[in-house]
């Protein structure tokens, strides 16, 4: 097969290519006007990025404009196949429509999307780099996703709402509505500067006003300013409650028509459905996607059919046509459609960093190795391991009473009860900057009037410490790492029963079985489980107490932190055990137990790459709970001060309540949190931590996450700083 001369140039190295269709041919768009596309064109987009193993991963997106005719995005959909073909099969491939990108691809282009008037095909004429005669307006919208689209140039385009540019050539003017918004505002400044900086090489004056300052060029280009509507209001939003809805299908193209045939209708769904020599649709079209899954032996005509296929399905479902497709090849899975299948693993995940497609949002993090010497300086070992410093500050913990919290004795520190709930509070130190965090633990056998009154305790607490805690919300079993560090080089013991129920303390069982695991940084949690063997796990170590015995079980797949924390549980428990292997136990090991039974064998995976950050915006101020990501790489610049935005890195999910977000938002944000949660497509454990924390007073836990974060950024307003630096 005779392939276009320009695929040669094509995932050479690391970076973003993109082209212009033009009939047949594929146009170079330079890289200053990357970000800017005409709405009579289509275009073919390639991000090509290095992996954990150095090797190269493929993005391949074929954008079509609203007026782009049938003919350029027929051809588009042919070249982005046959580049596929040219790169092996191996790109993750999406189709896009104007309005409505995936935010794979808005995440490129951070400064936002330009949508101009004009085409090839349409014989228009594109605008040039540098050109001065130049007249033409843009309305600026969005908050997550900036999208500037070409208006007519006339006071009728404009409303008070948004912001718009006039662009003149020599000068480009940047106007905002009087109810415009000071985060929109930021957002459509940086457009402006793109315009100024990249499309006319710093020449040209850029001048920002607000309704009521228009200069005289703006009133002699578009003469008297009428009285102005006032925003009409889109929402990109999408309900929360479809992220969950999804369907499983085949796709057969065996007799030249498309044969579709439900495997399943309710997710997570198997990995095992999934067969390497068919294709699949993973139907997400309730929240505005569609996935179509390549098997790597499918027939070739299948695989080349695949774009259309996905085509048909949308039109035969009546979604609406901008619906995202991503299209994956086996083994090029994105996090995105994983998270629709139980327990997902990569093929090669039991050699540890596997080939996996790595998120664009973790690429450019670098994974750092855990080093206890380094922790207090590095925010990115700090979010990736969940440590603010090594647990060794000052701690001050109180078990609910009542509606009362009592302290506790510092020599029982540590130890906790499964039907109590206990504030923790505690002070870090992180490059210089002093914090505090408080740690609800509910028991799982807490009452429920003592898990709301921890909660109420809390809010107390952090009032009389000025209002800039960081509070974590922490369910039994689910336990941060930090938390698990802060009794020195002892475990974290959580014991059945409570001392707060009638009675006093509950009585200790005869047989008592301890599960003991570390996190990544060493630290160990053991806690009391029913005396069983099915409650035994090949990853753990367990200390077995009985009257006719004691013994330490280690598990094959166990660490060294671990058997040491058992050891020193022994101490604790006052008892001398028999050290086990797994696999070589003694009979009176079993009885104690009441015999043996089947248990957990498999190993535990997790790695940042299958479970990327990302970051959303949450909201539930029309009583749906909406939602909207921030594409791309995540920076400081996407915290709006007037939002309540969530954090999810998967082990635990941060709230982040800006100063200026309004009341109900901040009472709604916990339950924000949840309702997440509960929609995840995963099927995530609703015991998943959740960390509420105040803009000014971020832990490195979070801040980690960002790329380049500073922790003065909120001392001055983003937006003068800002215009400042024009």
Known sequence: MVFHPEFERAGKEAGLQVWRVEQMDLAPVPESLHGRFYTGDAYIVLNSTSNRRGDLQYDLHYWQGSECSLDESGAAAILAVQMDDFLQGAPVQYREVQGHESSTFSGYFKTGLTYMKGGVASGFNHVVTNEVEVQRLLQVKGRRVVRATEVPVSWESFNQGDSFILDLGQEIIQ??????????????????????????????????????????????????????????????????????????????????DMEVTLVSEQNPFSQDAL?????????????????????RDANNDERQAVLQSSEKFIQQMNYPPYTQVQVLPEYGETPLFKQFFKGWKDADDTAGMGKAYVSNKVAKIEKVQFDVSKLHQSDSMAAQYGMVDRGDGEKKIWRIEGSDKVPVDPASFGQFYGGD????????????????????????????????????????LDDELGGGAVQVRVVQGKEPTHLMSMFGDQPMVVYKGGTSREGGQSQAAETRLFQVRANPAGDTRAVEMDPSSSCLNSNDVFLLVSSSGSWTWKGRSSSSAEAKGAEHLAEILQVTPTPLE?????????????????????PRLHNMDAHPPRLFACSNKTGNFQMEEVPGELTQDDLAADD???????????????????????????????????????????????????????????????????????????????????
Not at 281 to 286: E, F, Q, S, Y
Not at 428 to 454: F, K, L, M, N, P
């Open 582 to 602: 797994e696999g070589e136990e003694e009979d009176g090991f079993w009885d104690a137990l009441g015999g043996k039974e089947d248990y957990c064998h498999s």
């Open 175 to 256: 106007w905002s509505g009087s109810h415009s918004n000071r985060f929109e505002k930021l957002k459509a400044t940086m457009v402006s500067k793109s315009i100024r900086d990249n499309e006319r090489c710093g020449r040209t004056q850029l001048q920002v006003v607000d309704e009521g300052e228009e200069p005289e060029k703006m009133i002699e280009v578009l003469g008297e300013k009428p009285e102005l509507p006032e925003s009409h209001s889109e929402d990109t939003q999408t309900d929360g409650v479809n992220r969950k809805m999804a369907k499983l299908y085949k796709v057969s193209n065996a007799g030249g």
């Open 275 to 295: 067969d390497s020599s068919e294709c699949f649709i993973l139907d997400n079209g309730a929240n505005g996607r569609i996935f179509v899954w390549k098997g």
């Open 644 to 726: 309540v935005m969530i954090l999810d890195t998967w082990h635990q999910v941060f709230v982040w309540i800006g100063n200026e977000a309004h009341e109900e938002e901040k009472v709604e944000a916990a339950a924000s949190a949840e309702r997440y949660i509960s929609t995840d497509p995963a099927g995530r454990d609703p015991r998943t931590p959740v960390v509420t924390l105040k803009q000014g007073f971020e832990p490195p836990t979070f801040t980690g996450w960002f790329l380049g974060w500073n922790p003065d950024y909120w001392n001055e307003d983003p937006l003068e700083r800002f215009l400042q630096s024009l």
């Open 421 to 460: 709930s206990y504030l923790i509070l505690y002070q870090y130190q992180h490059s210089g900057r002093q914090g505090h965090i408080i740690y609800i633990w509910q028991g799982a056998e807490s009452s429920q009037d003592e898990t709301g009154v921890s909660a109420l305790l809390a809010i107390k």
